[in-house]
Every structure is written in C-alpha cells, then in structure tokens.
C-alpha cells in the first residue's frame, strides 16, 4: 500500500445467530478509511490508521436485542478511529491513539449513565477496567469485523503445494465465554487470469480438551462436539487488497450457533 494514501472499504455483513429459543438474522453495512501511515522507526511494526467512516444495522430481526445493539454500538464509537501498530504476524502490537480513546470514552460513559443508568451498569465496570490494561483492550479491538478479516492473513506465508503443514491461530470463542479456540490454518495462493495475487485461508478447530470442557460448561451439554471454521478469500493487486469475502462458524451443540459472512470490496 502507499504511505499516506487513503483506501476506502465497503463490507457487507449478514450472519445469523441461535442463543436457545432465540434465532435472529442481522445484516450490517460498513464503509471503512485505510491509511497505511508506513514502519514504526523504533518497533518492527507496520503503522495503519483505519476509521469507520459509516455504520448501518441493516436488519436485526429480534426486538429485545435493540437496546444492547445501542448501547454495544456506543461503546464501539471510541474506536471508530484507531491508529494501530500492526507486527509481522499480523497481531495488533501497539495502539498509537490511547488518549484519544479514552477521551471520546468519558463522553460515551457520560452519555451511558444517562441513557441507560441500571442496564449499562456492568457495561461501564467491564470497559473502564479494559481500558486500564492495553493487552485486554488488544483483545477487544482485533475482533471488530473489519480489522479481524483484514489482518487475518497479513504476515502469513503460502504454503506448498501439496502440503500438509498447518499454521497455528487462535481465535476467540463468539458466545461470550471467554474462551480461546485454537485452529490449524492453511494458506495458499495463485495467480488469476488477469495478474492479481488470490490468497485462500482455512482454519479448523484443534480438539483440545481444556477447551472442549469449557464450551461444554459454558452451554451445559456434556455431550455436544464443539464445531468452529473460518474460510477466507483475497484478491490482492500486488500489496493492495482488491476484495475479500470471509466466513466465520461456530455450533455448540444444539442450542447455540452462529455464522458471520463478510464481504469485503474495495472503492475504485
């Protein structure tokens, strides 16, 4: 990407998650600014300054979810502008606008207490202990949608052809369970008919114990076979990306689901 240049992404989203007798559809619109602001000359890190310029909800089908939606989406707000320093696996290493951010927080805190003063109670508790502890706020950000599938595969290398290595990621449960979920992921890449890069991603879920028993926990079914996948394809024009489309999966058992489609295009 060029130092300096603004890239402007459009990403559709539309998803559909099951929480026991509660299945909702939703759908969301974003347009997102990129400025790749160059290396940090002291860290080993690529500098990007990324801005949601819009934020649509679309469609939410389930009525009683609106309030958390708003008041989810507030909180949000605090990071519509961040100035991140990307590392050569493409984990978030550095936020570079820490002020700023918890300047627009005291308005959103202000605007909380107001709007929602018992409901947005633990909302406020969890967010200003977050913001005192710069790797749990690191954890936060890397799972807001667009920065997730943008630097998913940033840093990775393609792997042979033919072979049967895999990378190691670890993702992060989508319930809310706090707990990490880790995949092997496989990368490949060719070269399409008109010159540009596809990369192609793949990650499956590791069957690790600790894990499975805390989703069991988590859902109450001792039995369930935790399912989770992501699938990803990126159509580069040397370092630019040109489009993406992106597909996160998780089912634990019955009784909860969730699918996340993203599409990703850039404005030309």
Known sequence: MEIGKEYMYNTAITGRTKV??????YKI???????????DPDE????????ETDYELEMYEDPLIVQITEMTNKVCSIYNTLELGINKKGEIA???????????????????????????YEIIRAKEYELTNEEMEIKSIRYIHFIYQFFYIFGKEPMLEGSKSYLKREDMDRFGAGVVIP?????SERETEQGFNE????????RDEKMIRRLREFAKDNFMHPEY?????????????????????EKLGE??????????HLEL
């Open 44 to 51: 080993d890190y690529h500098i990007f300054e990324i801005t």
């Open 94 to 120: 550095k936020i570079y606008n820490g002020d700023m951010i918890r300047e627009k927080w005291k308005g959103v805190k202000e605007w909380l207490t107001n709007a929602h003063p018992i409901e947005a």
């Open 255 to 264: 009784f909860f689901y969730y699918h996340c489609y993203m599409d990703t």
């Open 199 to 206: 990369w192609n991603a793949e990650g499956k879920m590791i």
């Open 229 to 249: 996948q992501v699938k990803g394809k990126y159509l580069y024009d040397d370092r630019i990306l040109l489009k993406s489309d992106f597909t996160i999966t």
């Open 29 to 39: 619109n974003i347009k997102t600014s990129v400025i790749y602001k160059g290396k």
């Open 20 to 25: 026991h007798s509660l299945d909702s559809n």
């Open 183 to 187: 995949i092997n992921l496989s990368v």
